[in-house]
């Protein structure tokens, strides 16, 4: 079984700072990678994915995330937060099967809420 | 597109009634995922139906009953649900098991 693990429960940032939420992973075979975020009493959106290829994927609102496979991380990075960040941010997994199509069962984080100060 | 559509957003029940939750997309996918979430915790999987067959109940209730009438519609049948069921609940549609696309979410309230 798969299980991913977030490193920060709550980070608190001022306007501009940079940003780097840790998101580790644990599972033997191939995995397909995501980050969702949650707005103040929105859905989850996605943010970005990695599948395959270059394993440093960009996303919306210039956020960016790099598998490192021998580290089992995910890691999502901004290099200047802005207020409208303030949500809380969920990484995911789920594995690759053989056929290529991933798993129907995707693995959460236990999510870390991004506060932004103005 | 990629848009799910829940409904009702909000939803404030007792716990001898009976009420639906409805999840709608047109994006052509063929799996269903009703997810569940309390709040400041991730979300939780509940079912998945793919190609319109349930293919995953993670030990869910039976006063949580799932419905595919068809490729863009999934339903949740709710009934004699407790106090403690109160939360979030998500559904979301991928193509097959790749990238999920979630819906707003319909917030249950159950007195």
């Known amino acids: 079984a798969q299980s991913v693990s977030q490193h920060n429960h709550h980070v608190i940032l001022s306007e501009a700072a940079s940003l780097e939420l840790g998101c580790n992973y644990s599972?033997?075979?191939?995995?397909?990678l995501f980050w969702y975020v949650q707005y103040p009493g929105q859905h989850l959106q996605l943010l970005l994915k990695?599948?395959?290829?270059?394993?440093l994927v960009k996303g919306i609102k210039g956020f960016e995330a790099e598998f490192i496979k021998s580290k089992f991380s995910f890691n999502l990075r901004k290099p200047s937060v802005q207020w409208s960040d303030t949500a809380e941010y969920f990484c995911?997994?789920?594995?690759?099967?053989?056929?290529?199509?991933?798993?129907?069962?995707?693995?959460f984080g236990k999510g870390t809420k991004l506060s932004v100060i103005p | 597109d990629t848009e799910v559509t829940q409904t009702p957003k909000h939803l404030v029940m007792g716990m001898t009634n009976k009420k639906s939750l409805k999840c709608e997309q047109h994006m052509g996918h063929r799996a269903m995922y009703w997810y569940k979430q309390k709040a400041k915790k991730p979300p939780e999987l509940m079912f998945v139906?793919?190609?319109?067959?349930?293919?995953i109940n993670e030990s869910v209730p039976s006063r949580f009953s799932p419905e595919c009438p068809n490729s863009s519609l999934l339903n949740l049948h709710l009934h004699a649900l407790q106090p403690e069921d109160s939360a979030l609940y998500l559904c979301?549609?991928?193509?097959?098991?790749?990238?999920?696309?979630f819906g707003p979410g319909t917030r249950l309230t159950v007195l």
């Open positions: 995911a997994v789920n594995a690759d099967t053989y056929s290529g199509a991933g798993s129907y069962q995707l693995t």
């Open positions: 979301a549609s991928s193509r097959r098991g790749d990238t999920q696309y």
């Open positions: 139906y793919s190609y319109e067959k349930l293919s």
């Open positions: 599972y033997g075979g191939t995995v397909n």
């Open positions: 990695y599948f395959s290829g270059d394993p």
